[in-house]
């Protein structure tokens, strides 16, 4: 199975100088960002495209349900955190001075931001030269004293630096040096400069970037990237994987919904967000229930709820998983409620790698087929997923599936359920927004 390397870029808290400052205080930092999917413009089938979208979500949570039941052992979540680390999504940003370009990984799911360093006595491929700190003169190794030195995970110490090393499996691994840098962040007229920003700089790793050169963690702990510059709001609006139209990212006082470009979206629905002691920086929901074709499917409330006891299960709105993974008991009334309304045949899944709730497709001739609308239920909100965002042809089958799949612990919310949705964060008021919009117009 392919390894995510890497440096892990983990950002502290942020000393921002005095105009930045008070651009926040009033309101009005911020900036837009351009996000473009990990296989766009690599020349994948729609069957490739749905193979290794399959693949990697189910990797990912895979390693988020190993990170909720592993006790606290800095190593060993470390070890999950760079698995975990898989995204969809690259931003575009620029790392000292004079700032150099590079995409870096978007994850909603950490609080983590890395990169790749010169001089690199072993590093993996990547589509940008490795970052040369020696070039920059705003570059800064950090003490071992350093506040952001002890948030590190497994923070080590030589020579009066600090040093981190995480690790992946048997296979993958990163290490490097603490420092602080300027940060650049936007597009066009957006284009902000931030100095000061505690970062990695790897210079020993393994595994695999795919086609980024870093990482960058929204999560909702203190060392995200929302959380160090202090303005606590985001928003995007997601392409679907299979489209070759950039989806956008808008930060601070650019994160709104109100300038929405869409006519027949409905009005703006939110929910709360719930925190997970046992995974702080998670955007959890209460989820209250499914609605198959009008129908509310009789899910017991436990199945979408927190363990108390060793903080499993619960319900993550995540960017880095493509498709959505219900909790198997919700699963499988969703299953049963597709099979009973839909009238097809119901195919059996032949691969690891492909959906279980497939129809034959097309349907015999004069057949009537009416999809059944889709509702997630939420505190105070109700998600009514259009059909693109929840059923697709399987272009190695042929046949017609719902993009979802189950999940032996808890639920996760992907990327392509809420495509075409400007979904707003909203940290200062603990709150998920969310309205139906044209992202390729965006």
């Not at 929405?260 to 703006?268: E, I, M, W």
């Not at 129809?359 to 105070?380: A, D, Q």
């Amino acid at each position: 199975m392919a390894s995510m390397p890497a440096v892990l870029l983990v950002m502290l808290p942020l000393l921002l100088s005095l105009v930045v400052a008070a651009a926040l205080s009033d309101g009005g930092f911020g900036f837009q960002a351009t996000l473009t999917h990990f296989d766009a413009g690599k020349g994948y089938t729609d069957a490739q495209l749905l193979s290794r979208a399959v693949r990697r979500s189910r990797s990912r949570v895979a390693a988020l349900q190993s990170l909720a039941a592993t006790p606290a052992d800095a190593i060993t979540t470390a070890r999950i955190l760079v698995l975990a680390s898989w995204g969809e999504y690259l931003m575009d940003m620029a790392i000292g001075t004079p700032p150099r370009e590079y995409s870096a990984i978007l994850d909603t799911g950490s609080d983590l931001i890395w990169t790749q360093c010169a001089p690199c006595m072993l590093c993996v491929d990547q589509p940008t030269p490795f970052f040369d700190p020696a070039k920059s003169p705003t570059y800064k190794k950090l003490p071992c004293s350093s506040p952001m030195c002890d948030a590190l995970y497994y923070p080590s110490c030589y020579k009066n630096t600090c040093v981190y090393q995480y690790f992946y499996g048997d296979s993958a691994s990163t290490a490097g040096v603490l420092a602080n840098e300027t940060f650049t962040f936007g597009t066009n007229g957006t284009r902000v400069t931030v100095p000061k920003i505690a970062f990695g700089c790897g210079n020993l790793n393994a595994g695999s970037l795919y086609n980024g050169s870093g990482m960058v963690g929204f999560g909702r702990g203190p060392l995200s990237l929302v959380s160090q510059l202090g303005a606590p709001r985001f928003s995007y609006c997601l392409t679907s994987f299979m489209s070759t139209v950039p989806s956008r990212l808008y930060f601070g006082a650019y994160a709104t919904l109100n300038t929405t470009n869409t006519t027949d979206s409905g009005p703006v629905q939110s929910t709360p967000f719930i925190v997970n002691p046992a995974l702080p920086t998670m955007y959890y929901l209460n989820m209250t229930g499914i609605s198959v074709g009008g129908d509310l499917l009789p899910v017991d409330p436990s199945v979408f709820a927190i363990n108390d006891t060793d903080g499993t299960g619960g319900v993550i709105i995540d960017s880095g998983a493509t498709i959505t993974y219900l909790a198997q008991p919700a699963y499988d009334m969703v299953h049963q409620a597709f099979v009973a309304q839909v009238g097809l045949t119901l195919v059996n899944a032949t691969s690891p790698d492909d959906l279980d709730t497939c129809f034959k497709w097309p349907p015999p001739p004069r057949k009537k087929v009416t999809m059944p609308e889709l509702v997630f239920h939420f505190e105070g909100a109700d998600m009514e997923l259009p059909l693109e965002n929840y059923m697709l042809i399987d272009g190695s089958t042929g046949n017609l599936c719902l993009a979802m799949a189950p999940s032996d612990d808890g639920s996760i919310i992907g990327s392509f359920q809420h495509s075409n949705f400007h979904v707003l964060y909203d940290n200062e008021n603990s709150l998920l927004s969310f309205v139906p919009a044209p992202c390729n117009l965006m």
